[in-house]
């Protein structure tokens, strides 16, 4: 079975600050994605990365897929309390029919 | 579009009860799997789905069956409820872009079951 180890779990921070989440794993998977996921929501997609070493933004925040694709990291610039959420790591092949969770990171960013 | 339609949102079941856990998605995605989310274990893989009449186990299957007689449904069955089974379960469905790219799970709203 690949594991999927996030850190930290949980983050709070004041508004303004900046973060990074770690998703780590001792397999190599074909593509990683980020969800970010509200109280009584299913998960929302942000983001895949497919080829090791790539970065990819979506306004304030940076993945990087690593190089040897087995870990990659969420960074996010200025945080608002928007971000507020549970951010989830996940691995998979290249067909998506079986993804491998991380346990997820709470991030509370406070006003 | 609706995307991933879960019914119902909230369940209490007796333990030995049985039920289905319905699943429907209007995107013509070929991939659909069932995740169960459990406090500090993430979610976890149950069933899943590469198409119409094939499903294959996840990480988890005991004590659940599927089918998947059509593209859009793909229904969880609760052959006979156990207090471990008390989770949330989500259902998800994705599809291959051109090049065979893959765009991601789109995830229904939940399904929070309580068994007693």
């Known amino acids: 079975t690949q594991l999927l180890e996030q850190s930290p779990q949980f983050l709070s921070i004041q508004e303004g600050e900046n973060l990074t989440v770690y998703c780590n794993s001792s397999?190599?998977?074909?593509?990683l994605q980020w969800y970010r996921q509200e109280p009584g929501e299913g998960p929302v997609l942000l983001v895949t990365v497919v080829t090791g070493g790539e970065v990819k933004k979506l306004k304030r925040l940076t993945f990087q897929f690593g190089d040897a694709r087995k870990d990659s990291s969420l960074h996010i610039t200025a945080a608002q309390p928007g971000d507020t959420g549970l951010y989830l790591c996940?691995?998979?092949?290249?067909?998506?029919?079986?993804?491998?969770f991380g346990e997820g990171t709470q991030l509370t960013v406070n006003p | 579009n609706a995307g991933v339609t879960q019914t119902p949102k909230f369940q209490v079941l007796k333990t030995g009860q049985s039920m289905t856990l319905q699943c429907a998605q209007d995107m013509n995605h070929e991939y659909m799997s069932w995740y169960r989310q459990d406090p500090g274990m993430g979610l976890r893989l149950i069933h899943y789905s590469v198409g119409a009449g094939i499903t294959d186990q996840g990480e988890v299957p005991n004590g659940y069956n599927v089918s998947r007689s059509t593209t859009e449904d793909f229904p969880l069955r609760l052959l006979s409820a156990a207090p471990s089974q008390t989770s949330v379960y989500f259902c998800?469905?994705?599809?291959?872009?051109?090049?065979?790219?893959?765009?991601?799970?789109?995830f229904g709203s939940g399904t929070r079951l309580t068994v007693v």
């Open positions: 998800a469905s994705s599809r291959t872009g051109t090049g065979g790219s893959w765009y991601g799970y789109t």
């Open positions: 996940a691995g998979g092949g290249t067909s998506g029919s079986r993804l491998t």
């Open positions: 397999s190599v998977f074909s593509s």
